[in-house]
Each structure stands twice: as structure tokens, then as C-alpha cells.
């Protein structure tokens, strides 16, 4: 029992930076897509200029919606493999209805659809327990049905896309993409909401341990469903602001962005087992999933190739990123 | 009986449903027959497989995002390995791409195991890989396959003895689901490996404890859906003759099979000849609702509205069973 307290034994370096990487993800995200920008810039020097950022930018902002639909079910051991068609479904009525209304009745046509299954999906995990990933995809299939049946009846009316959302979707004001003002406030929200609030607390604290919340008083069924309705409301949005992106509704038009949606997800380190995650990350990892894009279109590889890459990729950065955090 | 009865109640009730949808159908369409129901079979064959393979990999407590693509990479590659070969190279074409299915599925699993990233995340970017792997095998359709292997899955059996009436019934593309399955799924089922696949799925960690390899077990399970991947790859060019790199839509329609055919998605729960009925029972209810002229989109709304009633009230089911 000596007086004189022994310093603590300084940890490895690498394990310090291990804990620092495990406490703060976002590090390691942030250094990957500095990485994938600097091979970028070596493979194609000039590339990196603040267009390309711009355009970048604009891209990844629906894949992020869709991601943070992807993070809020994620952290309560839940996935929304529905946000495709939601998506779609919002920006293709409000594409043929455009013409027949006001822009806030229109607005509201192409939003009802996302409530009804955002409901439905709520209902079915929260209330009926069936499996997240059976129920959205079913109410997916459901939805995509009545897309199709609904094109049948607007064939003849034509669709437009009125030019607000095409300003929103593409524009730029000097420079910065007028798309971020949509996106900013609604991450800042999602971020607030999940990390300040009591909502936010519940989320993390049934993702962690169901059980254990309920006996500490949160209504497991109740959280779900708005849960559900929220992610089906950002799918909405993604697909109004990615019809200004593309500039064609289409009945598939969200649909290749779902399983990059869950990938930017899980990129993010937000665990599929819910009750760890964040926001923020997601969104580095739906930057990082564009820029990756971007390097295999520059290296000119086929088709082929470079979807096996995109997926091989995933993999690789998700088992490393486990890894770190597990360890420490 | 009753014991066998109560526990297999699922699988009959499917079997029920299936008659009763097959009365009706003769009830729509008095004129429907033998032969179409051979090309009932013959278009539920990449279903049945698809729903094998995964129907293995839930039983042992996982899950598969990849099947639709692996059965994409072993179609092309049954394609490109027949095209313009003679009817002998089928004979070595054919166990080369189920052995092809089983290194896939199997390297699944390892990778499942080595990595330890959950098997939803690893499978989905698996099924990018395959998607890839797929267009490079064989960027456009094509390729061939041999004759008789495609003669395999059409038309229907003449047994000698038989009137023509009742063999007329017994397709040709029947056989081969119940011979594949015969062959691969009752040995194993009473095989220590098949009681291991049950154990880890219905709890890895006392399966663990009491001495299963889990990860071998789990590995193997994966190699073995593959091998079922392989064979829904391969009827696929069997039927249409050539292969497609594009992925069809049997991820989807394997898991809703799986869930309708009485399998638990926690896994260590349920069968094989549950779900191929559910398939059985998807793919007429198609053509009940193509023979009463309903818009085939009305089709899709109609089968996913089904998908999740059914889904709602199993779940329901299950959740009294826990609370009596």
C-alpha cells in the first residue's frame, strides 16, 4: 500500500487509436473517404474540383435519405425494404397530378401513400411482431402493384415535373446545391431527435434490449409505428427530390438505390441488430458508396466487374470496421 | 397419427389449400388439364428450388440475399458450358455447376464465419458480387443447352401399365423437385448433419454447448442451399435453353414461400415440403387470377396482400403458442 498512486500502465498506440476509432466512428469513415478522393485524384487528376464535389453532393443526398430511412428501423433491429417503392410512388403521382392540382394538394396526394404503408409496416412489426424485413417487402409489392395499376388510369394525362423540384433537385446556388436546403434541416432534425430526446432514447434502448425497455415503460408498439411512418415520410422525400435529379418519373425510379440505401447503412456502423448507430455516419456512408461509384466508372471496368467490386467492397469495409469496434 | 397429424397440421393445411385452389380452378376453367398443369410445374421448377435453398439456409438460422443471383451465375454457366457441345458434355456440365453452386453457397458461409458481419449484411453483398460475376461469365443471354436435359423438364411421364389419363398427371418437372429433393434433403434430414442445421438454428449457443460444430454446420448448411441455387440455375436454362445474367425475381418469392410454407424465420423451425407446396400454392393462384382475366398487376397486389395476411396471422399464431 504505497501512498504514491502508480500512473495507469499508457495503452499501445494502436490501441488507443483503436478506442478512439470505436468511440468517436465517424474518424475512420471520415479518413476512408478522404482516401477514396485522394485515389480519385491520382487516378484522374483535376477530377476533384467543386463541380464534381456539387455533383457528388446532389447524388448522395437521396441515397441518404434513404439511408437515414434505413438507420431510424435499423437501430430497432428492423429494415425498410419498402422505401423503393414509397419513394417511387410519391414522385410518380406527384408527376401526373401535378396538372389537375394545387401544389400543396398535390403534395399531399403523393405523401398519403407513405403514411398508409409507413402505418401498415408499423402495424405489422409493432403490433403483429411478423418479421421486418417479410412485412416491408410485402407492402412493397403491394404498393408496386398499385403503381402499376394507377399508370394504367393516368396513361393518357401525361406527367410533368414542375421546375421547383427540378431547382431543388439539380440546382445549384453558388455553387452549393440547393438540395442541402431540404437536406440539412431534416438530418439536423433526425440527429436532435435521436440523440436529445426522450424519443431518441427509446429508439436506442429497444433496439438494445426489448424487454428491458418495456419494464422500464416505453411502449413498444407506439415507438415502431412512428418509427415507420417517419422512414416511409423520408423514402417519400428521397423520391420527390430524386424525380428532380433524374428528371423522368419511372415506375422503378428509387428502386436501385434500396439495397445501396441499406449498404451506406450498415457502412455507417450502424449495427442490423439495432440499438447502436448513428445518423451522421450513415450519411459519410452514403458519400463514401457515391464516391466508390465514381472511382469504378473512372476506371472504366465493365459492368460486371464493377458491381462485384461495389459489393466486395462493402463486405471488406464492413468486417474491418466490426472488427475495430468489437476489439476494444 | 394425430401426434404426426397435429405436427405436420401446416404442411396439410397447405395441401388442403392446394386442392381446394385446384377445384376452383377446374371450376373457372373446366377445359384446365393435365397439360397445363405440367406447365404449372414446369414454371414453378426455379421457384421450388430457390425456396429449397433457402428453406435449408432459415432452418439453420440464416438467411440467403444472394439466391436469385447465385442462380443467375450457375444458369450462364450452365449455358456457356453446353453451348454448342454435344448431349454427352451435359453429363459432366451438370455436376460441375452443382459442385459450382455448393463452393458458392459454401463461401457464404465462410465468409460469414471468418468475418463475423451478420449474414443479412453478407449475403447482400454477395448478391452484388454474383450480379457481377454473372455479367462477366456472360454479358449478354445466351449459350446453349443439350436437348435431352431440356426435354427433362417438359411434357410429362408415360409410365408403362398406366393408363394415359392418370400418368398424363405426373409431369416431368414434378419428378425432378421430388427426385432432387429425395436425393439431397431425406438423407440429410436424418443425418447428424441435418439434426446439427436444427440445432443451431434453433439456438446456436446450447447447440455450441453441446458439442455441434457450429460454424462446419453452418457452412454446410449454406453449400447445401447452394447446391439447391445450382439446380434452380440449371432448370432455368433447361427450360428456356439459353442463360441470363439478370437476376430473376426469386429472392422475393423464396422468402414469402419460406414464411407461407410453415418455416419459423428465427430459424430450427419447420421443413422442405411445406414451403415447395406454398410455391405450388403461389404459382396457381397466379393462374387462377391469369384465367379470370384480372390485370396481372391486380396479380402482384393480390399476392402480396396474401404474403402478408398470412405472415400477420402465423405471427399472431405463434405469439398465443408463447403466451399459453
Redesign the interface.
Known amino acids: 500500500m504505497s501512498e504514491v498512486a502508480s500512473p495507469l500502465p499508457q495503452p499501445h498506440l494502436g490501441r488507443r487509436l483503436r478506442r478512439l476509432m470505436a468511440d468517436q466512428p465517424i474518424i475512420p469513415l471520415i479518413v476512408l473517404l478522404i482516401l477514396l478522393c485522394a485515389v480519385l485524384q491520382l487516378l484522374s487528376p483535376g477530377i476533384i474540383n467543386p463541380l464534381w464535389v456539387a455533383n457528388t453532393i446532389k447524388f448522395a443526398i437521396p441515397l441518404a435519405l434513404l439511408a437515414g430511412a434505413q438507420t431510424l428501423t435499423m437501430l430497432t433491429g428492423g ?1 425498410d425494404l419498402s422505401v423503393g417503392t414509397v419513394g417511387t410512388m410519391a414522385a410518380f403521382i406527384m408527376a401526373t397530378q401535378i396538372g389537375h392540382h394545387d401544389p400543396a394538394t398535390t403534395l399531399a396526394l403523393s405523401l398519403l401513400p407513405a403514411v398508409l404503408i409507413g402505418l ?1 409496416n408499423g402495424v ?1 412489426v409493432g403490433i ?4 421486418p ?3 416491408t ?10 403503381l ?2 394507377y399508370q ?1 388510369t393516368v396513361i393518357a394525362s401525361g406527367s410533368e415535373i414542375p421546375p421547383f423540384i427540378v431547382w431543388l433537385g439539380t440546382g445549384l446556388t453558388y455553387g452549393v446545391p440547393n438540395a442541402l436546403l431540404l437536406f440539412v434541416p431534416i438530418a439536423a432534425l433526425i440527429i436532435f431527435v435521436l440523440r436529445r430526446t426522450g424519443f431518441g432514447r427509446q429508439v436506442y434502448a429497444i433496439g438494445d434490449n426489448e424487454k428491458a425497455s418495456r419494464l422500464s415503460g416505453s411502449t413498444y408498439w407506439q415507438v415502431i409505428l412512428a418509427l415507420y411512418v417517419a422512414s416511409s415520410l423520408l423514402a417519400a422525400i428521397a423520391g420527390l427530390l430524386y424525380v428532380g435529379v433524374i428528371r423522368t418519373p419511372s415506375l422503378t425510379l428509387l428502386e436501385p438505390l434500396v ?1 445501396p440505401s ?2 451506406a447503412t ?1 457502412i455507417g456502423g450502424t449495427s ?2 439495432g440499438g447502436r448507430g448513428s445518423y451522421a455516419t450513415a450519411i459519410l456512408g452514403a458519400l463514401i458508396l457515391r464516391v466508390l461509384t465514381t472511382l469504378l466508372t473512372v476506371l472504366q471496368m ?11 467492397v ?2 471488406l469495409v ?2 474491418i470496421y ?2 475495430i469496434i ?1 476489439d476494444s | 397419427m394425430i401426434a404426426f397429424s397435429l405436427r405436420q397440421s401446416w404442411v396439410i393445411g397447405l395441401v388442403v389449400l392446394f386442392v381446394a385452389l385446384f377445384v376452383i380452378t377446374r371450376f373457372i376453367q373446366p377445359a384446365y388439364g393435365a397439360r397445363d398443369f405440367a406447365s404449372l410445374t414446369q414454371a414453378a421448377l426455379p421457384y421450388a428450388f430457390a425456396v429449397a435453398a433457402q428453406t435449408v439456409i432459415v432452418l439453420a438460422g440464416g438467411i440467403d440475399l444472394s439466391i436469385a443471383a447465385m442462380m443467375a451465375v450457375t444458369s450462364v454457366t450452365a449455358a456457356l458450358l453446353m453451348k454448342d457441345q454435344s448431349a454427352a458434355s451435359a453429363l459432366y456440365a451438370v455436376p460441375l455447376v452443382l459442385a459450382f453452386g455448393f463452393a458458392l453457397g459454401a463461401l457464404n458461409g465462410i465468409l460469414i464465419t471468418i468475418s463475423r458481419v451478420p449474414d443479412i449484411v453478407v449475403t447482400l453483398a454477395m448478391m452484388f458480387v454474383l450480379q457481377g460475376v454473372a455479367l462477366l461469365i456472360l454479358p449478354s443471354p445466351g449459350g446453349g443447352a443439350a436437348d435431352w436435359l431440356k426435354a427433362l423438364v417438359v411434357g410429362s411421364l408415360s409410365v408403362p401399365g398406366l393408363p394415359d389419363a392418370v400418368s398424363a398427371w405426373i409431369p416431368h418437372a414434378l419428378l425432378v423437385v421430388v427426385i432432387a429433393v429425395c436425393v439431397v434433403w431425406i438423407p440429410l434430414k436424418r443425418s447428424q448433419l441435418g439434426l446439427s442445421i436444427y440445432a443451431i438454428g434453433s439456438s446456436e449457443l446450447a447447440a455450441f454447448r453441446s458439442g455441434v460444430p457450429v460454424a462446419r454446420t453452418r457452412i454446410l448448411a449454406y453449400g447445401i442451399g447452394g447446391i439447391f441455387a445450382a439446380l434452380g440455375g440449371l432448370t432455368l436454362t433447361m427450360s428456356t435453353g439459353i442463360g441470363a445474367p439478370i437476376p430473376g425475381p426469386y429472392l422475393l418469392a423464396s422468402v414469402a414461400a419460406v414464411v407461407l410454407g410453415g418455416v419459423a424465420l428465427t430459424g430450427g423451425r419447420g421443413g422442405l415440403v411445406g414451403p415447395i407446396v406454398a410455391v405450388f400454392v403461389l404459382r396457381l393462384v397466379r393462374t387462377d387470377l391469369t384465367l379470370l382475366s384480372v390485370d396481372p398487376n391486380v396479380t402482384t397486389i393480390i399476392e402480396g396482400v396474401i404474403m402478408v395476411t398470412v405472415v400477420m396471422f402465423g405471427a399472431l399464431l405463434a405469439m398465443r403458442g408463447r403466451s399459453t
Open positions: 429494415l401498415a405489422g403483429f411482431r411478423v418479421h424485413l417479410i412485412m417487402l410485402g407492402t412493397g409489392l403491394v404498393g408496386s402493384g398499385i402499376q395499376v394504367r439495397l441499406v449498404a450498415i442490423i441488430f465493365p459492368e460486371g466487374l464493377r458491381q462485384g467490386l461495389f459489393g466486395l462493402i463486405l464492413t468486417a466490426l472488427r468489437e
